[in-house]
């Protein structure tokens, strides 16, 4: 048994390579380009005149957070549209489940698939950001598997919201009110410790935070607010309430 | 030793809340048969398909699909089976031949193995030369084949149709009969749900009429005719509005007075047609028919099959 789900995984996962394989030069721009132009952008232009930040320049404080939050934004995008069009547009899922898939090898594939998009595009990034001398830390090396952490503790949550939904106006939502609060307070452009304590609560709860602290203490080569494990603990907590919410919602949409 | 019927459903039952969809029904598909669920929308058919495909559990009752529970052995089961859904989930994004391999993908058949199933089905369903196409500028038509020929990527014991017509023009419809009489002549067991009692006719071998989640008649189109109708129907229409059923009695065997005509149900049409005349009645149009399964459906329910 334990083949067969390695096999009907590895089967959706192609399937979204191929589908992917048609947008991939679109994909690229917001994968590749726009990180780095967020990056000359902010990390010079603002950069000017904040300064140095924690002994570090500016730029070099913001690298992890636009790395993470890059991991996170393609995430969300991949698990909002796309996961409810495969319920309600295409019904790709529906054609799976008439297969010997099973609803764990379709989130497992979609996740696969994440991780195929975001290791390139973090590995890509930190090459970049090397000629900027944007890296200070030969750690920098794990934060590929941070972001695919982030990616994963955020995907599945929302594979679960999007399972649940019928409209897709309740992504809009989902943007307002999760989106862009975990992105604007979990510390990629400053530091979250000046923040109150309300916001610094919300950064706390959003995965997206752990990542961009660990992939700070990565690139820097410094200790992160939190101890290690605590972080790890963050985005694995995530993960698997992720995982159980996604699985129940597929089970409960196909089951009709 | 007889073989385990394919197919095995005793007092199934579907509910979704207070509503109950199938209703306690028994029903035993054997190997290479060709066997229907005929009923109007909302009948239960759908529902019932979707418990043979292992997608949904039944409430109550027993069911066995190729000697399996489709609960507990819904992953091998579902292997076996080849499923053509009411509403099409072809992948609109990818080729045509992609929708086949990637299809076959989840079959566990080897990426060399599902192109070249690819390839022999789409000259099957006669898409070769749509292969390189996208799925969207497909007809509806050359969708459901589409449709059918990656629900035999994994070369299916069972079939499973559900409406496979419904919404076709005359000639798509004629093509897919024609191509899932093949498949039924290579032996592989069809079962499918239709309203059109045309469809039934002409694929079932035998059928099972339902109405209200229940089975109200089982048997082969021609028994089914032969029990519950006449070999031949007359409908007769009328200029005005006058009530002429009374004065009909006798004529045939029954007379059936729906909205818009008449309809007499005789062994002997043509008779039935020349004693109308005798008694003096004057119908602005007369057609005798032999009888079909509609004919059976509105006896057995009182209501036509398509509303």
Known sequence: MASTAVMSTVAVLERHLTLYRRLFWASALSSFVLPVLFLVSIGLGVGGYVGDLDGVSYLQWIVPGVMASTAFQMALGETTFPVLGDFKWTRGYHAMRATPVRIGDMIAGQVLFLMVRVLPQTVVFLLVVLLFGGLRSWWSVVTPLVCAAVVVASALPVMGYAARIDNDGYFALLFRFVMIPMTLFAGVFFPVAQMPVAAQVVAWVSPLWHGVELCRAATLGVAPPWPIWAHVLCLLAWSAGGAWFAMRGFARRLAV | ?307
């Open chain 2, 1 to 307: 030793m007889a073989e385990e019927p394919l197919i095995y459903a005793r007092g199934l039952v579907k509910r979704f809340g207070e509503f109950t969809a199938v209703d306690g029904i028994d029903v035993a598909v054997e190997r290479g048969e060709a066997f229907g669920f005929l009923g109007p929308n909302g009948a239960g058919k759908s529902s019932t398909m979707r418990m043979i495909s292992c997608v949904s559990a039944p409430t109550a009752g027993e069911l066995r699909i190729l000697g399996m529970d489709p609960v507990r052995d819904g992953v091998a089961i579902r292997g076996r089976l080849g499923v053509c859904p009411q509403l099409d989930n072809l992948d609109a994004d990818l080729s045509v031949f992609e929708n086949l391999t990637t299809y076959a993908r989840y079959f566990g058949l080897s990426r060399a193995e599902a192109r070249r199933r690819a390839g022999e089905l789409l000259e099957f369903v006669q898409l070769a030369d749509r292969s390189a196409g996208k799925v969207e500028p497909l007809s509806g038509g050359m969708k459901r084949r589409l449709t059918i020929a990656r629900a035999m990527v994994n070369d299916p014991e069972i079939m499973l149709l559900d409406e496979p017509t419904t919404g076709l023009d005359p000639q798509a419809r004629h093509l897919l009969w024609e191509r899932l009489y093949q498949l039924k002549q290579r032996g592989v067991t069809l079962v499918l749900t239709t309203h059109y009692m045309d469809e039934a006719e002409q694929l079932c071998d035998r059928l099972v009429v339902m109405d209200g989640g229940r089975i109200v008649a089982e048997g082969s189109p021609r028994e089914l005719i032969s029990r519950y109708s006449t070999p031949e129907v007359v409908e007769l229409r009328f200029a005005d509005g006058v009530d002429v059923a009374a004065k009909l009695d006798g004529v045939g065997e029954r007379v059936d007075p729906l909205p818009d005509r008449l309809l007499v149900y005789a062994r002997d049409g043509d008779a039935a047609v020349a004693e109308v005349h005798r008694r003096g009645l004057a119908p602005s149009s007369v057609l005798v028919r032999r009888s079909t399964l509609e004919d059976v459906f509105l006896h057995l329910t009182g209501r036509t099959l398509v509303e």
